[in-house]
């Protein structure tokens, strides 16, 4: 297996008095996909905010490439290569998709790999090239979450934290999002931490499976086991 590339440690978080995470553990190996899986409320929101640096945690560590990101700003995170994409996505409606997308390309010091970047995403998204001036908010759901994907994916990232990328999308299309992730993989080794209420399509593209509960990691397995081992399914996933 690889180094891991992102590490929590007993990491508390939450928002203002309430807690939410109360020592989650976590390994990411480089190159790999991890899908966090749980009911509602479980806390997997709470905690990409918090690895993304949205939220400050109370307590805990997180190393990232073996460096304590604790206190880092927002900012320093996106350079050294942790992008977020957050539930609902965070397109901006009144900016043209050209707009939004250099909006991903804003830290990035080397101007012409910034350039390359984005010809690469609109060839990966070949409809986001066609309306590179329409409006956000004139997009469809599937088009939105390209641009949120193709956003992140400007600024290079090593790391791709992922909320709810499914979240309203025709089957089709939540089934080439997660063959995209697949090749991003494969062939740039990025490492992508995936939330999902669709676990079925998570577990499909994921190398390993993260169950969380009640603000707790209570399971780490190979997401091959979590397909396949049926007492597992039930113990953890309820079907
Ligand atoms: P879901 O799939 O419903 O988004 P989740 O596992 O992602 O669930 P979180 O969104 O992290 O869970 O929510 C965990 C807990 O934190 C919930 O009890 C929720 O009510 C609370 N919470 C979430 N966002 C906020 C907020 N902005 N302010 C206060 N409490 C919040």
């Known amino acids: 297996m690889a180094a891991d590339l992102l590490t929590a440690e007993a990491l508390a978080s939450g928002y203002g008095p309430v807690p939410v995470l109360h020592g989650v553990d976590l390994q990411v190996p480089a190159g790999t996909i991890t899908a966090v899986i749980g009911a509602n409320g479980a806390g997997k929101t709470t905690l990409l905010r918090t690895l993304s640096g949205m939220l400050r945690p109370s307590a805990g560590r997180i190393l990232f490439d ?23 996505r965070g397109v901006i409606g009144e900016l043209t998709v050209a707009e939004n997308l250099r909006l991903g390309a804003l830290w990035r010091r080397d101007r012409r790999d910034a350039a390359r970047a984005l010809d690469e995403v609109y060839q990966l998204f070949e409809p986001l090239a066609r309306r ?21 994916l400007v600024a290079r990232p090593r790391l791709l934290l992922l909320d709810e990328p499914s979240l309203g999308l025709a089957p089709r299309v939540v089934a080439q999002t997660m063959a995209l992730l697949r090749r991003l993989r494969d062939d740039t080794g990025l490492t992508v931490l995936l939330v999902e209420q669709n676990v079925r399509s998570a577990l499909a593209v994921a190398d390993q499976g993260i169950v969380m509960s009640l603000g707790r990691v209570v399971l780490a397995a190979p997401a091959e086991r979590l397909r396949d081992d049926a007492d597992l399914r039930h113990a953890y996933l309820g079907f």
Request: charged content about 25%; overall charge positive; aromatic content about 0%.
């Open 66 to 88: 073996g460096q304590d990101l604790r206190g880092t700003p927002v900012e320093q995170l996106v350079r050294r290569g942790v992008a977020h994409v957050p539930e609902g």
């Open 132 to 152: 590179r001036r329409h409006l956000g908010h004139q997009l469809s759901g599937g088009e939105r979450q390209m641009l949120a994907l193709g956003r992140a």
